[in-house]
């Protein structure tokens, strides 16, 4: 059994699925690195290309746990660190880039082998990553990317791409509101200001909407990407005289669009028909509630990164070479396509 050293709280987590690589429609067991996008650049891990005989020690700082996906990343993670036997020592930053600058520095006292960053914000990691990299600290970015100067400070980024993800949602509401006569208010609960998800979901969603110029983001809110702050800033969209309500919600999650529904229904309006909802993630709940009619699409992003990160912390070890970037492969899901998919949910 791999050692596992965490101040994580994750006792409520539900257990899932490990040992295995992810794909859209459910998890295949692959022995190597998965079929994932990635651009291949020669990035020099610093170790030596001898294998270690003790148990290779990684430090991860997750972000927080503000939404059901983060819930199912970190019980990824830890299964899957057990699964392969590599030692966790996890630090919840609990949204704060400082408490992310002090777990890294305590993942550098304690001599880890390699860091794994969630990082809340993308801006801000230059002076950080450059003393890991002082300390010859190979850094996996994970799940949300930073923005630096100098791209040897971290040897591969793995996470979805967010702005395709915005793409996809617009995308479909340009279609599902196609024979709408116009304009087409939309409102847009953002996630965390200045992410990654946040940004580039509300870049991505813009630039294809923009296509079509019946299609106007009306109100821009932001949210956190939790459930009660989606539905506290519909609570308080929903006060506004009814000429300024939106015929579409594009919420940056599933947890943000679960909350509005439920203030959506507390007015006393069918969300899903009076409100067309869009949201990003793909959690069961979500599915659950689009086959109940009361979110119409959900653009995939998948939490499932455990494996991964461990093969990859696994090679850079080996003194092997990585991709600099790795993306998991995406889907969209609508009413539709929501009970075959529920099937096969696995957070
Ligand atoms: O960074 C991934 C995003 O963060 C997920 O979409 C969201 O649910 C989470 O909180």
Redesign the pocket.
Known sequence: MGKLITRFMIMALPLLLTGCMWSGTGPQAVPELPPVNSTREPVSSQPTSEAPTDPIVLGFSQL?T?????NA?TTSIVDAAEESGVTLIMENAEQSQEKQFEAIRSFIQRRVDVIAI?PVVQEGWEPILQEVKQAGIPVIIL??SVNVRDGSLYVTFI??D?YEEGVKAGKYILDKMRNFPGPVSIAELE??LG???SIDRGRGFRDTIKADSRFQVTHVLPAD?TEEQGRIRMETLLEKPKAEWPQVLYA????MAIGAVEAIEQAGLNPGSDMIIIS??GTRRAVDYMIQGKINAVVE?N?LLGPLLMQATKEIMAGRTLPKRMVPPEDIFTQETAAMEAQDRKY
Do not use: L
């Open positions: 927080g503000e939404s059901n996906w983060r990343n969630a799940d949300r996470g979805s967010f996630g965390t992410s990654t998800p990407f940056h999650n599933d947890d990003v993630d992003c939490p």
